[in-house]
């Protein structure tokens, strides 16, 4: 086990590496000077300018230094500092990571909470009205924008009863109710929108489950159904489920970022877009390396996770 | 060998493959009704977006002050936004739009992934080693965050958001490519050709293209979909092709949200019409997935 999770780490490396290229050539390896870009939107353009900025940058050094020099940096926690507020990055992300991994969270309990006894239900009733709606349910919300969902939460009740989700962002350790009365809403638009896929892979694994000899075996025993489908099924066919969780991770940050724009919520999404509407690069990266970071973590904490579930999987 | 049978390469191949075709469609519409009737809406979208200059009743930048925030009527079937300008016209205007980004942005990312993962999976060894290290890396960012991102460095604009969209969905289709190609190297008959001494180029192009075309196929399905929400999302950021253009998606966004209040049918129909288009899709991408690589199922 523990031999399986060093090597587990130790193939982060190439990982980790691109993934930190990645993030550096986005933002300066683009056609055309990042410096002219910001000097054009900032309308100041005199050459001594130009210089400082570009030494505050670090630009005036070859391409390899400044990579090594960033990541260099980043591993010790410093992503540089804001061009405009001119406050260390890292602390403004290790402010808004919170509230995104609150959001996060609650939209994966939603999720699951309803996939997985959807799916469960839509596989032992196989072909049946319920299974066709809730499979047609589930088609449609993958279908259906998460921000249009967003705006039609925002404007009909508005239109119709004079109500508005509530905009003004509380701390959850100042006032937990008023907190999660306002991120209860993205929640559930971001939940279901996830809930879909995972309530199809749910219904697939369990179909291909219970066609297994061990459940033809359960049942001859007499176990009763309640038992064979919660004790020896869901828990095979809950293995990709879990996976699947694990690859969703980036929808879920991706699609925090509109839920965050449309209800006004502070998280990592809100900077980058602000950060992005003032062209702030060293927020950009950082923001950007972060969310990678996360979701490679997401992916390592679901693969040691299989051992829990599976008694098959033996970490060789 | 080509001429070996001369009558059989003149008259046979056409007809046959137009057999198989017509065949085909039988099939779907018999076997898949849901698909059969997502690929036809699919198809109307397209025509709708090919023939908007015919169809819009009036010009997309028409401003009609009187007619601001018309209800849908019979002289406006879909109402008129905050400038009177008439929302059937921008709509079908959006509708080519979406087409447009959809298939370039879906076509050229298809045309990466299968250049990538062909390349990397029947080369394998160091070359697939590196690139598949490299795709993992690419796949820890989300897709939006990563548009966003390169979007605001390269700006917004057409060809930059159809790029974009195609290396994003490119790079992550590859695996699946690789994976058919990984199987498709080990059957007896590419064995045969390379013992022939055929090269590689031919091999992929003439023994292992065909044998993954059914993937091919459904990959670029489902991506057209993709693509149509994934820009649809970033013109509601702002960051999507710039105003005037018609976007389902602008027409959705923040600065054209304060309006809805007054025009609640300006924030259903661009949401209604990409639900359809992309919820046709999708039923069209999983019937042909079915009917040509059952192997593909639970793949999205």
């Known amino acids: 086990m523990r031999a399986y999770i060093l090597r587990r780490l130790l193939a982060l490396g190439p990982t980790l590496l691109f993934a930190s290229l990645i993030v550096f050539l986005a933002v300066r390896l683009i056609p055309g000077d990042v410096i002219d870009l910001m000097l054009s939107q900032n309308d100041i353009s005199t050459g001594q300018d130009r210089e400082r900025?570009?030494?505050?940058?670090?630009?005036?050094?070859?391409?390899?230094?400044?990579?090594?020099?960033?990541?260099?940096?980043?591993?010790t926690g410093d992503l540089g500092r804001s061009l405009w507020q001119n406050t260390p990055v890292t602390e403004q992300i290790l402010d808004r990571l919170p509230i995104s991994f609150e959001l996060g969270l609650l939209a994966l309990v939603i999720a699951l909470t309803f996939a997985i006894p959807i799916g469960v239900y839509s596989a032992i009733r196989q072909d049946t009205v319920g299974d066709y709606l809730t499979r047609s349910f589930s088609i449609l919300m993958l279908a259906m924008p998460s921000f249009w969902l967003g705006t039609l939460v925002m404007v009909f009740p508005s239109v119709w009863w004079r109500w508005s989700p509530p905009l003004?962002?509380?701390?959850?350790?100042?006032?937990?109710?008023?907190?999660?009365?306002?991120?209860?809403?993205?929640?559930?638009?971001?939940?279901?929108?996830?809930?879909?896929?995972?309530?199809?892979?749910?219904?697939?694994?369990?179909?291909?489950?219970?066609?297994?000899?061990?459940?033809?075996?359960?049942?001859?025993?007499?176990?009763?159904?309640?038992?064979?489908?919660?004790?020896?099924?869901?828990?095979?066919?809950?293995?990709?489920?879990?996976?699947?969780?694990?690859?969703?991770?980036?929808?879920?940050?991706?699609?925090?970022?509109?839920?965050?724009?449309?209800?006004?919520?502070?998280?990592?999404?809100?900077l980058l877009l602000e950060a992005v509407s003032q062209r702030d690069y060293p927020i950009i990266s950082g923001v950007f390396l972060v969310v990678g970071l996360s979701v490679l973590l997401i992916n390592l904490a679901v693969d040691l996770s299989y051992g829990l579930l599976d008694p098959n999987v033996r970490y060789r | 060998m080509a001429v070996a049978d001369p009558q059989?390469?003149?008259?046979?191949?056409?007809?046959?493959?137009?057999?198989?075709?017509?065949?085909?469609?039988?099939?779907?519409?018999?076997d898949k009704p849901l698909g059969a009737a997502g690929g036809t809406v699919f198809m109307l979208f397209?025509?709708?977006?090919?023939?908007?200059?015919?169809?819009?009743?009036?010009?997309?930048?028409?401003?009609?002050?009187?007619?601001?925030?018309?209800?849908?009527?019979?002289?406006?079937?879909?109402?008129?936004?905050?400038?009177?300008?008439?929302?059937?016209s921008r709509i079908l205007f959006g509708a080519r739009l979406s087409v447009i980004v959809g298939f370039c942005a879906a076509g050229l990312s298809t045309v990466i992934s299968v250049v990538l993962g062909g390349l990397s999976g029947?080369?394998?060894?160091?070359?697939?080693?590196?690139?598949?290290?490299?795709?993992?890396?690419?796949?820890?960012?989300?897709?939006?965050?990563?548009?966003?991102?390169?979007?605001?460095?390269?700006?917004?604009?057409?060809?930059?958001?159809?790029?974009?969209?195609?290396?994003?969905?490119?790079?992550?289709?590859?695996?699946?490519?690789?994976?058919?190609?990984?199987?498709?190297?080990?059957?007896?008959?590419?064995?045969?050709?390379?013992?022939?001494?055929?090269?590689?180029?031919?091999?992929?192009?003439?023994?292992?293209?065909?044998?993954?075309?059914?993937?091919?196929?459904?990959?670029?399905?489902?991506?057209?979909?993709?693509?149509?929400l994934?820009?649809?999302?970033?013109?509601?950021?702002?960051?999507?092709?710039?105003?005037?253009?018609?976007?389902?998606?602008?027409?959705?966004?923040?600065?054209?949200?304060?309006y809805m209040y007054l025009g609640p049918w300006l924030a259903l129909i661009p949401g209604i019409c990409l639900t359809v288009v992309v919820y046709s899709i999708n039923v069209f991408g999983d019937a042909l997935r079915d009917l040509l690589d059952p192997r593909m199922r639970g793949i999205r």
Not at chain 1, 58 to 69: A, C, E, I, K, V
Not at chain 2, 234 to 242: C, E, K, N, R, T
């Open chain 1, 53 to 75: 900025l570009a030494a505050a940058l670090g630009l005036d050094q070859p391409m390899p230094t400044q990579y090594l020099r960033w990541v260099g940096h980043a591993l």
């Open chain 1, 168 to 270: 003004e962002y509380v701390a959850f350790f100042e006032n937990p109710l008023a907190n999660l009365s306002q991120m209860i809403v993205p929640a559930i638009i971001l939940g279901l929108a996830m809930s879909a896929v995972t309530m199809r892979m749910t219904r697939t694994m369990m179909l291909e489950v219970l066609r297994q000899d061990y459940i033809r075996t359960a049942r001859a025993k007499g176990l009763s159904e309640w038992l064979v489908v919660t004790r020896h099924a869901l828990r095979n066919g809950l293995i990709p489920v879990v996976t699947l969780v694990g690859l969703q991770a980036p929808l879920l940050i991706g699609g925090a970022v509109i839920m965050e724009q449309i209800f006004v919520i502070p998280g990592m999404g809100l």
């Open chain 2, 8 to 30: 059989v390469e003149l008259v046979g191949p056409s007809r046959r493959e137009r057999g198989r075709v017509a065949d085909f469609v039988v099939r779907l519409f018999r």
């Open chain 2, 46 to 88: 397209l025509i709708a977006g090919a023939l908007a200059g015919l169809l819009a009743p009036r010009g997309i930048n028409d401003i009609d002050l009187v007619n601001r925030f018309h209800p849908p009527s019979w002289e406006f079937l879909l109402g008129t936004d905050r400038l009177g300008r008439d929302m059937l």
């Open chain 2, 122 to 228: 029947y080369l394998g060894g160091r070359f697939d080693m590196a690139v598949q290290r490299l795709v993992d890396a690419w796949m820890v960012f989300p897709g939006l965050v990563l548009l966003i991102v390169v979007i605001s460095v390269v700006g917004p604009g057409l060809t930059q958001i159809i790029v974009v969209l195609a290396l994003l969905y490119g790079v992550g289709g590859s695996r699946i490519i690789r994976g058919s190609v990984v199987s498709a190297r080990e059957h007896t008959y590419i064995h045969a050709a390379q013992s022939l001494g055929a090269g590689t180029p031919f091999i992929l192009w003439r023994h292992i293209l065909p044998n993954i075309m059914p993937v091919i196929i459904v990959l670029f399905t489902t991506r057209v979909g993709a693509c149509i």
């Open chain 2, 230 to 258: 994934s820009e649809a999302g970033l013109a509601f950021l702002g960051l999507g092709i710039p105003p005037p253009a018609p976007t389902w998606g602008s027409m959705l966004s923040g600065s054209a949200r304060t």
